[in-house]
């Protein structure tokens, strides 16, 4: 099947090439029935009331288009519109504002909001094979999103209350990064021994090497791992040998920097969705040889199976 290289291909601007182009990458084998999977009894709807893209499975006596049963069904943007989405994001290594698909797209800024998060949805790695194993390193790290937090600190008796740095109500955040490979990224509730364990331990397999700064959380789960190596950023020591978390932390640095150049703004509920989109553009870069086409043909593959309704 051919991959769009450029921007000025017809599938990000006809319609009826993006529906071909769709109808190609979501079933390359032949036409399936994504009601009953139903193969023998499908045949093509004519006639111009249907409009063009229609199929009948006559094992359901149902029929559908390439929309059903992916994030964009019962959408009413057109496929080249979707399809010239799903490109800028995938492409766009620190992601693409909904005001910006918004005026590219020529289409409302509600209804750009909501294709973006359904498209991050797609993003969404549904493969659940731990990270890691055979000895192979794979580095964690924690992170905090959301304006500078303030605690409350009692001052001897006779005092006022005075205000003290902290995390205070930042969303909180815990990325693996296994060393030339993936990123799969959970936003977690508290930053605890207990929380970071559990996952790790889903995550990664025990026969690798956990790699991580010298933060205390991570000795429980450290001591079931095949080794657990520490750098000591408060020592200044960033690298020793091939011990260090840099690799993670450079993860990070591509995350906040899209998230406050970018996004700027992002609420506790919708957070694990952007961190889909970054871990998906990471686990699928340049670097690991994955190009902006097919990268966003990976993406559009991702949208089968999975919904997501706008409340």
């Known amino acids: 099947m051919r991959t769009p290289t450029k921007l000025s291909d017809p599938v990000y601007h006809d319609e009826d090439a993006a529906r ?8 390359p084998d032949g036409v399936s029935c994504p009601h009953c999977g139903g193969l023998d009894k499908i045949k093509v709807l004519g006639g111009k009331s249907m409009g063009p893209g229609w199929w009948y499975c006559g094992s359901c006596d149902d029929k559908f288009t390439v929309r059903v049963g992916t994030v964009y069904a019962r959408s009413h943007i057109p496929l080249h519109k979707w399809l010239l989405g799903f490109r800028l994001m995938a492409s766009s290594k620190k992601g693409i504002s909904a005001h910006q698909l918004h005026r590219t797209l020529e289409i409302t800024y509600k209804s750009a909001w909501f294709m973006a998060h359904r498209i991050r949805e797609a993003m969404n790695d549904a493969d659940p094979t731990p990270m890691g194993g055979g000895g192979e390193p794979v580095e964690v790290d924690e992170a905090y999103l959301g304006s500078p937090g303030y ?51 889903r995550n990664v397999k025990p026969d690798t090497r956990l790699m991580t700064d010298e933060s205390a959380i991570y000795n429980k789960i450290g001591r079931k791992m095949k080794s657990h190596e520490t750098v000591q950023h408060k020592r200044k020591e960033y690298a ?72």
Request: hydrophobic share 35%; aromatic share 10%; charged share 30%.
């Open 20 to 27: 071909a182009h769709l109808e190609a990458l979501r079933w």
């Open 151 to 201: 605690v409350l600190k009692n001052k001897p008796e006779g005092s006022s209350w005075q205000m003290k740095r902290g995390h205070g109500d930042k969303m909180q955040i815990v990325t693996l990064v296994e060393r030339g490979g993936r990123a799969r990224s959970v936003k977690v509730d508290d930053m605890t021994s207990a929380t970071v364990s559990a996952v790790i331990s």
């Open 240 to 311: 020793r040998g091939d011990v260090t978390t840099n690799t993670v932390e450079g993860y990070f640095s591509i995350f906040k920097r899209g998230m406050k150049g970018v996004y700027q703004h992002c609420t506790d509920k919708h957070l694990q969705r952007y961190l889909y989109e970054f871990d998906f553009r990471y686990s699928n870069r340049a670097a690991l040889g994955v190009d902006d086409g097919e990268r966003t043909a990976l993406a559009i593959k991702g949208a089968e199976g999975k919904r997501l309704t706008y409340r």
